[in-house]
């Protein structure tokens, strides 16, 4: 992909630049694995995994659907740079992202095709992501008048979707059940100095009744919006679906869906799409303590029995929610080990009386399976009280990644 901009907008671009997300640093497969085994935790996804739901999503779409697969995130904690060679093999129209490094990553690995970002953005941001040549969205004139005044400035046209608040999410769009809404939107939507080219809602909810009403009172609107702005049908990508839209309601695909979590296999009722990631640990020490010893911080627990526990070098600050502790368990040697005391910051113990030959520097599977036994996403979130996106994206963030 090139991209040309003129020397003044080289020069804006780097004083904006500062203002960039936190580098996503990616290592050469060579150095994964030595990273993996000097750490004390670490993530193996399976690339393959992911290309098969990339492919049976395809199969399942008719027509002209696209897909924009949202990699917002670091792709949900799985990591961008590590999963773009499945979605350039797969020929995928579309990437959703969220920040100017994300950006940078999918560009830099060799993407040509369209990058959406999936929220609302700042000027700078706006600003420092022309080079990649993202589609923004907005929802409102001044954003409009914002974007116009940023591509005059850079010499260069940024297309962007426009957000209408048809499906009640009350974040970034246009009220057109309103006058003032309406004449906003006919203000957006004509000025010709705007290349508008999707329109999209999205959903809050899960109730299928209510989302087919509202996909088709978003039909009506934006029929009302291009009949009243003069757009051509052909040029606007009509867009609400989520996963779980894409899943259960084959007719609200529209022009593209915007599958997230089904890419990456998150539920099961996103079967038989695969879940591509496990997290794991190691053994670090075992530990004889005597019925009546007191674990953790707190000393919320007290054994009941000579137990053995396993001591494992991960805690909250790696991802191991400091929600799970006296309720989680992990697996070790096929087997589950109940999680013992407060998880730390850096470390948790776990009963291991009842697991033979457990030793030390085994692996432990935290998140995934492990011979017959998983540790699945719906007792993770039952346990924990939070959704497994809360869970994965910062395991991403705070372990390396291997990919199978």
Same mark, same amino acid.
């Given at each position: 992909?090139?991209?040309?901009?003129?020397?003044?907008?080289?020069?804006?671009?780097? #004083?904006?630049?500062?203002?960039?997300?936190?580098?996503?640093?990616?290592?050469?497969?060579?150095?994964?694995?030595?990273?993996?085994?000097?750490?004390?935790?670490?993530?193996?996804?399976?690339? #393959?995994?992911?290309?098969?739901?990339?492919?049976?999503?395809?199969?399942?779409?008719?027509?002209?659907?696209?897909?924009?697969?949202?990699?917002?995130?670091?792709?949900?904690?799985?990591?961008?740079?590590?999963?773009?060679?499945?979605?350039?093999?797969?020929?995928?129209?579309?990437?959703?992202?969220?920040?100017?490094?994300?950006?940078?990553?999918?560009?830099?690995?060799?993407?040509?095709?369209?990058?959406?970002?999936?929220?609302?953005?700042?000027?700078?941001?706006?600003?420092?992501?022309? #080079?990649?040549?993202?589609?923004?969205?907005?929802?409102?004139?001044?954003?409009?008048?914002?974007?116009?005044?940023?591509?005059?400035?850079?010499?260069?046209?940024?297309?962007?979707?426009?957000?209408?608040?048809?499906?009640?999410?009350?974040?970034?769009?246009?009220?057109?059940?309103?006058? &003032?809404?309406?004449? &906003?939107?006919?203000?957006?939507?004509?000025?010709?100095?705007?290349?508008?080219?999707?329109?999209?809602?999205?959903?809050?909810?899960?109730?299928?009744?209510?989302?087919?009403?509202?996909?088709?009172?978003?039909?009506?609107?934006?029929?009302?919006?291009?009949?009243?702005?003069?757009?051509?049908?052909?040029?606007?990508?009509?867009?609400?679906?989520?996963?779980?839209?894409?899943?259960?309601?084959?007719?609200?695909?529209?022009?593209?869906?915007?599958?997230?979590?089904?890419?990456?296999?998150?539920?099961?009722?996103?079967?038989?799409?695969?879940?591509?990631?496990?997290?794991?640990?190691?053994?670090?020490?075992?530990?004889?303590?005597?019925?009546?010893?007191?674990?953790?911080?707190?000393?919320?627990?007290?054994?009941?029995?000579?137990?053995?526990?396993?001591?494992?070098?991960?805690?909250?600050?790696?991802?191991?929610?400091?929600?799970?502790?006296?309720?989680?368990?992990?697996?070790?040697?096929?087997?589950?080990?109940?999680?013992?005391?407060?998880?730390?910051?850096?470390?948790?113990?776990?009963?291991?009386?009842?697991?033979?030959?457990?030793?030390?520097?085994?692996?432990?599977?935290?998140?995934?399976? #492990?011979?017959?036994?998983?540790?699945?996403?719906?007792?993770?979130?039952?346990?924990?009280?939070?959704?497994?996106?809360?869970?994965?994206?910062?395991?991403?963030?705070?372990?390396?990644?291997?990919?199978?």
């Amino acid at each position: 992909m090139k991209l040309k901009l003129s020397l003044t907008a080289l020069a804006l671009m780097g #004083q904006t630049a500062a203002h960039a997300a936190p580098l996503l640093v990616d290592f050469d497969d060579s150095e994964r694995e030595e990273r993996v085994q000097a750490s004390n935790a670490w993530l193996e996804i399976d690339t #393959q995994a992911f290309s098969n739901n990339i492919q049976l999503l395809q199969k399942d779409l008719k027509g002209n659907t696209q897909i924009c697969a949202i990699m917002k995130a670091d792709a949900y904690g799985n990591g961008i740079a590590g999963l773009m060679p499945s979605i350039i093999a797969n020929n995928v129209a579309c990437v959703g992202i969220t920040s100017n490094e994300e950006a940078r990553v999918v560009r830099e690995h060799g993407f040509e095709g369209k990058i959406m970002r999936v929220r609302a953005a700042s000027r700078n941001e706006i600003e420092n992501g022309v #080079q990649y040549e993202i589609e923004e969205l907005i929802g409102t004139k001044m954003q409009a008048d914002q974007i116009i005044e940023i591509a005059y400035n850079y010499n260069t046209v940024i297309p962007v979707h426009l957000a209408l608040n048809t499906s009640g999410m009350g974040r970034n769009g246009l009220d057109l059940t309103t006058y &003032e809404g309406q004449v &906003e939107g006919v203000e957006i939507a004509s000025d010709p100095n705007l290349k508008i080219v999707g329109m999209m809602t999205h959903f809050p909810n899960e109730g299928l009744d209510e989302i087919r009403r509202k996909v088709d009172r978003f039909k009506v609107e934006t029929k009302w919006l291009m009949d009243s702005a003069g757009l051509k049908r052909k040029d606007i990508t009509l867009h609400v679906a989520n996963s779980y839209i894409t899943l259960n309601l084959p007719e609200a695909h529209l022009d593209m869906v915007r599958p997230g979590g089904m890419l990456y296999g998150d539920y099961p009722a996103t079967l038989p799409y695969e879940r591509i990631v496990s997290f794991k640990t190691r053994v670090a020490s075992l530990h004889f303590f005597p019925a009546g010893s007191t674990i953790g911080y707190g000393s919320t627990k007290v054994l009941e029995r000579d137990s053995i526990l396993a001591n494992l070098p991960i805690g909250y600050s790696d991802g191991f929610a400091r929600s799970l502790s006296n309720k989680a368990d992990v697996l070790i040697n096929g087997q589950r080990a109940r999680v013992m005391g407060k998880a730390s910051m850096n470390t948790t113990m776990v009963d291991v009386t009842d697991i033979i030959g457990v030793q030390a520097n085994d692996e432990v599977v935290v998140f995934g399976r #492990q011979g017959f036994e998983e540790i699945t996403a719906e007792e993770t979130e039952e346990k924990s009280g939070r959704i497994l996106p809360e869970h994965y994206t910062i395991w991403g963030a705070t372990n390396p990644r291997i990919y199978r």
